[in-house]
Nanobody
Framework: QVQLVESGGGLVQPGGSLTVACAGS????????IGWFRQAPGKERERVAV????????YYADSVKGRFTISKDDAKSTTYLQMNSLKPEDTAVYYC???????????????????WGRGTQVTVSS
């Protein structure tokens, strides 16, 4: 069993930066693909960024490419999402999830992620 806990959300002004973290625990947690997702009110959950279990491969949604960076620290079993140049449309609850350790991380469907955290709220507003 793997547990994931998100932290670091909050209120930030447009153009600002914020880093959210996903702390993992449990057997083999560092061997999973980790994805960051977000869900705004009235909208479907969408994939934001994904990192492979070994940290060598990353994927970003077009809407965040060039602004967000995903990284991981296996010593802390923690995955980070650094968010720069934030926009009001980035406002959402951000979730992390653990999925299968495939090489083609962009092909992993949302319903194939096995473990989910409870989310952290990110609000971008002046």
């Amino acid at each position: 069993q793997v547990q994931l806990v998100e932290s670091g959300g909050g209120l930030v002004q447009p153009g600002g930066s914020l880093t959210v973290a996903c702390a993992g625990s449990g057997r083999g947690v560092n061997g999973y693909t980790i994805g960051w997702f977000r869900q705004a009110p009235g909208k479907e959950r969408e994939r934001v960024a994904v990192i492979s279990w070994n940290g060598l491969t990353t994927y970003y949604a077009d809407s965040v490419k060039g602004r967000f960076t995903i990284s991981k620290d296996d010593a802390k079993s923690t995955t980070y999402l650094q968010m720069n140049s934030l926009k009001p449309e980035d406002t959402a609850v951000y979730y992390c999830a653990a999925g299968p350790s495939w090489s083609a991380i962009a092909t992993i469907r949302l319903d194939q992620y096995i473990y989910w955290g409870r989310g952290t709220q990110v609000t971008v507003s002046s």
